[in-house]
T-cell receptor, first 111, second 117 residues
Framework: QQQVKQSPQSLIVQKGGISIINCAYENTAFDYFPWYQQFPGKGPALLIAIRPDVSEKKEGRFTISFNKSAKQFSLHIMDSQPGDSATYFCALITGRRALTFGSGTRLQVQP | DARVTQTPRHKVTEMGQEVTMRCQPILGHNTVFWYRQTMMQGLELLAYFRNRAPLDDSGMPKDRFSAEMPDATLATLKIQPSEPRDSAVYFC???????????????FGPGTRLTVT
């Protein structure tokens, strides 16, 4: 069953713009919400993560916003750069510490 | 620079053949995961191990897939017999989990691209 829904499937943003990717989950059995970044031909790599007791976390140009009541969390990329062009996955971590991934968002930042 | 290694990086085989993929987790990591990535299904968890013991393999087709950790430095994923629908990129990842509720990072290998004709 799909426990996390990610949108949009693809996103085109101009250089300098803001990229926003959203995820919604279905139950409360998760205690850690990471985002992974994947470049073509590479494995996913952890970008940024948040725990549910925090509503926002910022690392450089990347920010996670978390809304526990709405069961939603989102990734914001400020001042998007062509080098940010990649596929982004939200994920949930279960009590047994395994990841469930969203379907992915392919981001293209145009120069 | 510690990293997860996977071999082979690419594998082309004919339907019905056995395929074995290998993974060397990062030294000291106690948890190893196998994922499969396809355009249609995205990233799917196949199986994972903690301290070499299988914790969950419910994502794996049991009749043809098997996963093992012969020792702490080697994880294997075997498909026998392989089918065209098994064509995908298979990722291994490892992490160090210290306990329930622990926050940890999964480090992914570069993947094995499998094509079954």
């Amino acid at each position: 069953q799909q426990q996390v829904k990610q949108s949009p499937q693809s996103l085109i943003v101009q250089k300098g713009g803001i990229s926003i990717i959203n995820c919604a989950y279905e139950n409360t059995a998760f205690d850690y919400f990471p985002w992974y970044q994947q470049f073509p031909g590479k494995g996913p790599a952890l970008l940024i993560a948040i725990r549910p007791d925090v509503s926002e976390k910022k690392e450089g140009r990347f920010t996670i916003s978390f809304n526990k009541s709405a069961k939603q969390f989102s990734l914001h990329i400020m001042d998007s750069q062509p080098g940010d062009s990649a596929t982004y996955f939200c994920a949930l971590i279960t009590g047994r510490r395994a990841l469930t991934f969203g379907s992915g968002t392919r981001l293209q930042v145009q120069p | 620079d510690a990293r997860v290694t996977q071999t082979p990086r690419h594998k082309v085989t004919e339907m019905g053949q056995e395929v074995t993929m290998r993974c060397q987790p990062i030294l000291g990591h106690n948890t190893v995961f196998w994922y499969r990535q396809t355009m249609m299904q995205g990233l799917e968890l196949l199986a994972y191990f903690r301290n070499r013991a299988p914790l969950d393999d419910s994502g794996m087709p049991k009749d043809r897939f098997s996963a093992e950790m012969p020792d702490a430095t080697l994880a294997t994923l075997k498909i026998q017999p392989s089918e065209p629908r098994d064509s995908a990129v298979y990722f291994c990842a490892s992490g160090l989990v210290l306990g329930q509720g622990d926050i940890y990072e999964q480090y992914f290998g570069p993947g094995t691209r499998l094509t079954v004709t």
